[in-house]
């Protein structure tokens, strides 16, 4: 049972340069979400998507663009990556938030370094 | 805004020596307070989910109280599996999906 699967777990990239990171749940979960941590400041959401077909904007999405591929599946793009970019970048599932103890399941992130 | 703060940032204890871990919260309207574990390398962990002032959930060496200003973590006898950093969270009843997380803090149980 692999839960919440992401890919890549490095990366480094160059000012301006594009990536895209992927995500997939096997827990046939609704909802998922994107998050960055950063020291000393606490896991900040990016984007998420309460369900297959829709995404909505979290606290930082400036630089960042989503896409549900279908309910397992959620990547990340950056378009032109920046150094404010260096982060470790985690994604979680949930069965849905508005009726369950909202447990989030993490996968086991990507360290990402921007140049 | 909500707000987060977690003491104290580290924490070192010998083994089968107990404390409890701080998260103060400003929300407005508590949904939800979540507590995390994270190891090196890894993902958040789920702990507890509590929802009203003098709730309480135990998991192993683990209890977790809540008031209407904070949330306790209570270790009992630690062991040094339970080194770990431990995240607090809380959701607001207002806004959108967003979970407001504390930055951690660092517990290293020392055998």
């Known amino acids: 049972n692999a839960g919440v699967t992401q890919t890549p777990k490095f990366q480094v990239l160059k000012t301006g340069q594009s990536m895209t990171l992927q995500c997939a749940q096997d827990?046939?979960?609704?909802?998922m979400y994107w998050y960055r941590q950063d020291p000393g400041m606490g896991l900040r959401l990016i984007y998420y998507?309460?369900?297959?077909?829709?995404?909505d904007k979290g606290e930082v999405p400036n630089g960042y663009n989503v896409s549900r591929l279908n309910k397992r599946e959620f990547s990340l793009r950056l378009e032109s990556a920046a150094p404010s970019q260096t982060s470790v970048y985690f994604c979680?599932?949930?069965?849905?938030?508005?009726?369950?103890?909202?447990?989030?399941?993490f996968g086991s992130g990507t360290q990402l370094s921007v140049l | 805004e909500d707000q987060v703060t977690q003491s104290p940032e580290a924490l070192r204890l010998q083994e089968g020596e107990s404390s409890s871990l701080n998260c103060s919260y400003t929300?407005?309207?508590?949904?939800?307070l979540f507590w995390y574990r994270q190891d090196p390398g890894k993902g958040p962990e789920f702990l507890f989910t509590?929802?009203?002032a003098g709730e309480e959930k135990e998991k192993e060496r683990l209890k977790a109280t809540l008031t209407k200003k904070e949330s306790f973590l209570h270790i009992t006898a630690p062991k040094p599996e339970d080194s770990a950093t431990y995240l607090c969270?809380?959701?607001?009843?207002?806004?959108?999906?967003?979970?407001?997380f504390g930055t951690g803090t660092r517990l290293t149980i020392i055998p």
């Open positions: 979680a599932s949930s069965a849905d938030p508005d009726l369950t103890n909202e447990k989030l399941f």
């Open positions: 827990m046939n979960h609704n909802s």
């Open positions: 998507s309460a369900s297959e077909g829709t995404t």
């Open positions: 929300v407005s309207g508590l949904r939800g």
């Open positions: 509590l929802y009203s």
């Open positions: 969270a809380v959701r607001s009843n207002f806004g959108n999906e967003k979970l407001t």
